[in-house]
């Protein structure tokens, strides 16, 4: 079965520093990954997705097939960053639209 | 814009009692889910649904059931509400397509007594 390991619970950096959020699945077949974001006493939405290979609010995310990973980066993190962030694996080798997600890393950006 | 909808945001219930939780979209979407999330563990599937009538058991089911009667109504049901139930249940939809996201609402917090 797929399963997504999000390493660190909570990661903080100062305002300006370089964000990264790990992101590791065990998958053997061509995954569909996401990153989903919640921001305080907001609903959990989409942040991107692989397929995409696009940009959101300054975060890039590359799939490494070689390492398992999907590491969510940004160069310069901003207070607005703050939020909860999960990692999400999709599974369409076994014919099913249910989403694996990763336990969360809350992230904190100190002024 | 996608609009998932949960009837209640806060819910307090006895041990024992039945409850009822509501999800609505407004999308059209194929699929509907029910997640739970509790800190430390994540998003945890319970249920989801691919069409109406249709059910498929996530990763935790035990003491859940759900009902999809109609395409845009999805709901999720405690038979005999325990205080290990006691959580965030969040519900989403999606489009049926493997790289579609999910478009969640805005959660209902289960408190078991």
């Known amino acids: 079965a797929q399963r997504v390991t999000q390493p660190e619970k909570l990661l903080s950096v100062f305002k300006g520093a370089p964000v990264e959020l790990k992101c590791n699945y065990s998958?053997?077949?061509?995954?569909?990954l996401f990153w989903y974001v919640q921001y305080s006493r907001q609903r959990l939405q989409l942040l991107l997705r692989?397929?995409s290979r696009e940009s959101i609010k300054g975060f890039t995310a590359d799939l490494n097939k070689g390492e398992t990973s999907f590491h969510l980066k940004k160069p310069f993190a901003q207070e607005e960053d703050s939020a909860m962030y999960y990692c999400a694996l999709s599974d369409p080798g076994a014919g099913s639209y249910q989403l694996t997600f990763g336990k969360g890393t809350k992230l904190s950006v100190i002024p | 814009d996608v609009k998932v909808t949960q009837s209640s945001r806060y819910l307090v219930k006895r041990t024992g009692e039945k409850v009822f939780l509501e999800c609505v979209q407004d999308?059209?979407?194929?699929?509907m889910f029910w997640y739970r999330q509790d800190p430390g563990l994540g998003l945890r599937l319970i249920y989801f649904s691919y069409d109406v009538k249709m059910k498929e058991k996530g990763d935790i089911p035990e003491g859940y059931s759900v009902s999809r009667e109609k395409k845009e109504r999805f709901s999720l049901i405690l038979e005999s509400a325990s205080t290990n139930q006691t959580s965030m249940y969040l519900c989403a939809s999606s489009l049926a397509s493997y790289n579609s996201p999910l478009h969640f609402g805005n959660g209902t917090r289960l408190t078991v007594t």
């Open positions: 998958y053997s077949g061509s995954p569909e």
């Open positions: 692989h397929i």
């Open positions: 999308m059209d979407h194929e699929n």
